[in-house]
T-cell receptor, first 113, second 115 residues
Framework: EAQVTQNPRYLITVTGKKLTVTCSQN?????MSWYRQDPGLGLRQIYY???????DKGDVPEGYKVSRKEKRNFPLILESPSPNQTSLYFC????????????FGSGTRLTVV | AQSVTQLGSHVSVSEGALVLLRCNYS??????LFWYVQYPNQGLQLLLK??????LVKGINGFEAEFKKSETSFHLTKPSAHMSDAAEYFC?????????????FGTGTRLKVLA
C-alpha cells in the first residue's frame, strides 16, 4: 500500500530536549515536505526536499532542521523544542513537476511543556 | 504571489442538505487547484483536483468543484450531506508553471452535519 509513515503519533516532551520525528514513504517520490497545522492558520510549510541531499526552507523554518540522506526518509529534528512548537505535524510526499496531489502521513501531535 | 481564502471557518448543514464550501484564490496565472479532507485524527486526503480541461471536477464521496476563472473561485459542493462528511476541508493552490512546486493551503473549513 502506498503510504507515508510518521512516528511517533503522539509526543509530549520538555523544553530543550532534542527530538526527532521520522517520516518514510514507499512511493519513490522525489519531493517531500513537512507542515505544521495550527488552529486558524491552516497548514504552513516548514521545510521541503526536492531530492536526496536537496532541502530548503519553507515558510516557518525557525527552530527546525531536516535531512534527506535517502530518498524514502525525511526526518524532522527539533534541537531545542519550545512551547510555541506545540502543534500537529504532517509529512507529505508527491511527484514533482506533475499536477498531482500530496500523500500525507497520519500526523504527529507534539506537546512541548 | 499566490494566496487562497476559504470563507467560513465553520459551516453547519443538516443531513441531506446541500454542502457548499467556498474557496477563492489569487494568482497571476491559472493555477492548479485542490480540495483535501481531514477526518478526525487522520492526515489529509485528496478529494479532487483541477489542472486543465473540464472546469467541473468530480471527486470522491460525491463531492465536486467548479473552477470559475472569472470569479477566481473553486467552491466545493455536494448535493446531499451525510453524517460521515463531518470533517475539516482544505483548499490548496499550486502554480501550474513547470519547475515550481509550492503549495499554498487555505486555513480550512470545519463542516458539521446535523442530524
Amino acid at each position: 500500500e502506498a503510504q507515508v509513515t510518521q512516528n511517533p503519533r503522539y509526543l509530549i516532551t520538555v523544553t530543550g530536549k532534542k527530538l526527532t520525528v521520522t517520516c518514510s514513504q514507499n512511493m519513490n517520490h522525489e519531493y517531500m515536505s513537512w507542515y505544521r497545522q495550527d488552529p486558524g492558520l491552516g497548514l504552513r510549510q516548514i521545510y521541503y526536499s526536492m531530492n536526496v541531499e536537496v532541502t530548503d526552507k519553507g515558510d516557518v523554518p525557525e527552530g527546525y532542521k531536516v535531512s534527506r540522506k535517502e530518498k524514502r526518509n525525511f526526518p524532522l529534528i527539533l534541537e531545542s523544542p519550545s512551547p510555541n512548537q506545540t502543534s500537529l505535524y504532517f509529512c507529505a510526499s508527491r511527484v514533482p513537476g506533475k499536477p498531482g496531489g500530496y500523500t500525507f502521513g497520519s500526523g504527529t501531535r507534539l506537546t512541548v511543556v | 504571489a499566490q494566496s487562497v481564502t476559504q470563507l467560513g471557518s465553520h459551516v453547519s448543514v443538516s443531513e441531506g442538505a446541500l454542502v457548499l464550501l467556498r474557496c477563492n484564490y489569487s494568482s497571476s496565472v491559472p493555477p492548479y487547484l485542490f480540495w483535501y479532507v481531514q477526518y478526525p485524527n487522520q492526515g489529509l486526503q485528496l478529494l479532487l483536483k483541477y489542472t486543465t480541461g473540464a472546469t467541473l471536477v468530480k471527486g470522491i464521496n460525491g463531492f465536486e468543484a467548479e473552477f470559475k476563472k472569472s470569479e477566481t473561485s473553486f467552491h466545493l459542493t455536494k448535493p446531499s450531506a451525510h453524517m460521515s462528511d463531518a470533517a475539516e476541508y482544505f483548499c490548496a493552490v499550486s502554480p501550474s508553471s513547470s519547475g515550481t512546486y509550492k503549495y499554498i493551503f487555505g486555513t480550512g473549513t470545519r463542516l458539521k452535519v446535523l442530524a
